[in-house]
């Protein structure tokens, strides 16, 4: 088992160094066309890992699945980790407003904002890592614990509903404060470099403070998020690497949404349901036996309606609601057919993708329905037509090969 642990860590470090060694090697501001197309090689790369997790615990390679604690099949390993995968993953969308928000105050440019998120993740699995294992063993040693997580689901779930907008103020952030006891600050960029030298001495840069705050911002939503996923498994294995995962594409997720995540204002509301069904499912556990596809299913609807009535509410609030002589346009003809058109190729395209997602881990044509739910949204919109040229530009290759291979 210990070699299991040590594999994988080997291959987080290998994929860390390969992204800030070689292929981020330079800084560059990230677009939003190469935003995407790195959040879907770490999805993708996510999906890959949980078909050879399915394989590993299937075959119990290396002890996985011989504990009666936890999952002993691989497709209910799979589905596990696919939950808790999504669930880390939608959790994480609050932080990239926050995130934004903490690169405004110190004014950090487009090209330095991927170094300062490369090393709050390193400090984010480190920190994860240790809080994952305080957390599994207290569920193991105290199973009174699982109403405990589950009363702070529910409390924070509570809390976002009833606060407002988030606030950034690092002025009052306590490690903030302990760095500029410790060391000078200059306001100015020196490249990349979070420390220099200032009349002898060691000072620090606007991106050391933009870390310290984006890896104390992590700590608090990690109390949230690590219970979430606890409640999905309890075998530390799945809930580890999910985390993992999940966290791994969080920068290339920033940068493909971050300037958009304002138009999604009702996926807080998603998200907070999301935080306390779970609550009231650990809540309930021992009374009401809630399965893992009822699970995920609950989480995706509410996450497709969010954003769907986030769809709407945006184009609604683009569209003009007087004419030119002031008189005021009804709601039902500034839903134009070309607006309706957009919102539902949106929702069922997405609708689509998630089915296929979820069928990659569970009996059915995943492949298919992924393809299909492409084809949909590229019938409206740019990025998805780019996709599902990639898509078919790969697959003709393929089929290429393997009829000269044949031949």
Known sequence: ????????????????????????????????????????F?????????????????????GLGLDPRYPSDGPQAAMLFFTAYVVEKSLSLDNIFVMALIFSYFAIPLKYQHRVLFWGIVGALVLRGVMIGAGVVLIQKFTWMIYVFGGILVLTAIKMATSGDEEVDPEKNPLLRLVRRWFPVVTRFEGHRFFVR??????????????????????????????????????????????????????????ALAAVMNKFRYLKASLVFVLGFIGVKMLLSHLVHISTAISMGVIGAALTIGIVFSVIASYLEES???????????????????????????????????????????????????????????????????????IRRHVAALSEKAKSSVK
């Open 198 to 255: 200032e009349n002898g001495r060691l000072a620090a840069t606007p991106l050391l403070l933009a870390l310290v705050v984006v890896e104390s911002t992590d700590v608090v939503f990690a109390v949230d998020s690590i219970p979430a996923v606890i409640a999905v498994t309890h075998d530390p294995f799945l809930v580890f690497t999910s985390n993992v995962f999940a966290i791994l594409g969080l920068r290339s997720l920033y940068f």
């Open 1 to 40: 088992m210990l070699a299991l642990w040590v594999g994988f860590l080997a291959l987080v470090f290998l994929l860390l160094a390969l992204d800030l060694g070689v292929f981020n090697r330079k800084d560059h501001e990230i677009g939003i066309r190469e935003a995407f197309g790195w959040t879907i």
């Open 320 to 390: 003009p609601r007087r004419t030119e002589t002031g008189a005021r346009i009804p709601l039902g003809d500034r839903l134009t057919e070309k607006t309706l058109r957009k919102i539902w190729i949106a929702a069922s395209g997405g609708t689509l993708i998630l089915v296929g997602l979820a069928m990659l881990v569970l009996p059915g044509p995943g492949l298919f329905a992924l393809a299909g739910g492409f084809a949909v949204l590229a019938t409206e919109f740019t990025w998805a037509a780019v996709v599902t040229r990639h």
């Open 42 to 62: 770490w999805i993708s790369l996510a999906l890959v890992f949980n078909a050879v997790l399915c394989f590993f615990y299937k075959h119990h390679w290396m």
